[in-house]
């Protein structure tokens, strides 16, 4: 067993600490809102903290599963960070999608004070975290990974370390720019067949089991048939994702030319009120929004 905080219990965050405590650890929790460490809380038993110094106090390790990189700055080193009050040894595992700059950054300055970091941002939707089977992609110290990867194993499918500090992430970009036109191509198809007067289920049960077969496809067309997309992955964090990954590439000389104009596509939804869609609401662009 080992002593954890949680910092952030958001859709993917509650059902990833829920995890821990099932496997074991003590488990306490901060969440900005009060109230929603209060509800977990109630649900799985351990405790929580007003502060992510006062969380992170005594912990082994601290995971994080916030929102952006000023969330992440803030829970590491803003007022009240749990860098503060970590012990020496202690290790920071965060679970943000967040630039490779953040990631290294706080890397360094954890280092400064004799504790380690680990990115280990995360793929597998909320239906992932609920279900402990989340796709984990790792950067940091090889010894301080192997000691992490059994706790993190609590919640995930797999759990791999890509190399050094920052590859976790760049590997989460590689995630997201595949997933952007993974859902475009799947939008031009349904919509494709829509205008054609084809049976969307027909055409989909048959394509599914070939080549053009996805996780997407699988998991999303029907919703998408149905014009439901008020679930899942937000347009508004995706857009979030693809705006790192396109700084990214201008960065490193990578050219994403699809994941650009799906990037322009997002905003159009966003435009039309559509930012807390899931990210399948390509489709309803395709549609005319009606």
């Known amino acids: 067993m080992a002593v954890i905080a949680f910092l952030g219990l958001g859709v993917m965050g509650y059902p990833m600490a829920g995890h821990l405590v099932k496997a074991g650890h003590d488990v306490t929790v901060y969440n900005r809102t009060t109230a929603k460490a209060e509800a977990w809380v109630a649900e799985n038993g351990g405790a929580m903290a007003a502060t992510p110094a006062d969380a992170a106090e005594g912990a082994?390790?601290?995971?994080a599963c916030v929102g952006n990189d000023d969330d992440l700055r803030a829970v590491c080193i803003g007022e009240d960070g749990a860098f503060s009050t970590m012990s020496k040894g202690a290790v920071f595992v965060d679970h943000?999608?967040?630039?490779?700059k953040v990631t290294r950054e706080l890397y360094d300055d954890a280092a400064t004070r004799g504790l380690s970091f680990v990115d280990a941002p995360i793929s597998g939707g909320q239906a992932g975290a609920e279900n402990g089977v989340l796709s984990v992609m790792c950067g940091g110290d090889a010894d301080v990974y192997e000691a992490a990867e059994p706790i993190i194993g609590a919640y995930a499918r797999i759990c791999r370390r890509i190399g050094d500090s920052g590859a976790g992430q760049m590997t989460k970009m590689c995630n997201q720019i595949?997933?952007?036109?993974?859902?475009q191509g799947l939008s031009e198809a349904?919509?494709?067949?829509?205008?054609?007067?084809?049976?969307?289920?027909?055409?989909?049960?048959v394509i599914s089991q070939g080549a053009a077969g996805s996780w997407q496809m699988q998991n999303r067309y029907q919703t998408m048939l149905d014009d439901k997309f008020d679930h899942g992955f937000?347009?508004?964090w995706m857009r979030k994702d693809l705006g790192i990954c396109l700084d990214t590439a201008n960065e490193t000389g990578?050219?994403?030319?699809?994941?650009?104009?799906?990037?322009?596509?997002?905003?159009?939804?966003?435009?039309?009120?559509g930012g807390r869609w899931d990210t399948s609401s390509l489709l309803k662009r395709l549609r005319g929004f009606s």
């Open 60 to 63: 082994d390790y601290v995971m």
């Open 96 to 100: 943000t999608t967040v630039s490779a």
């Open 178 to 183: 595949a997933i952007a036109g993974l859902v």
């Open 190 to 205: 349904l919509h494709f067949a829509e205008q054609a007067g084809l049976d969307g289920n027909a055409v989909v049960e």
């Open 234 to 236: 937000a347009v508004d």
């Open 254 to 273: 990578a050219s994403l030319p699809v994941t650009a104009l799906v990037d322009q596509f997002y905003k159009d939804v966003q435009k039309q009120g």
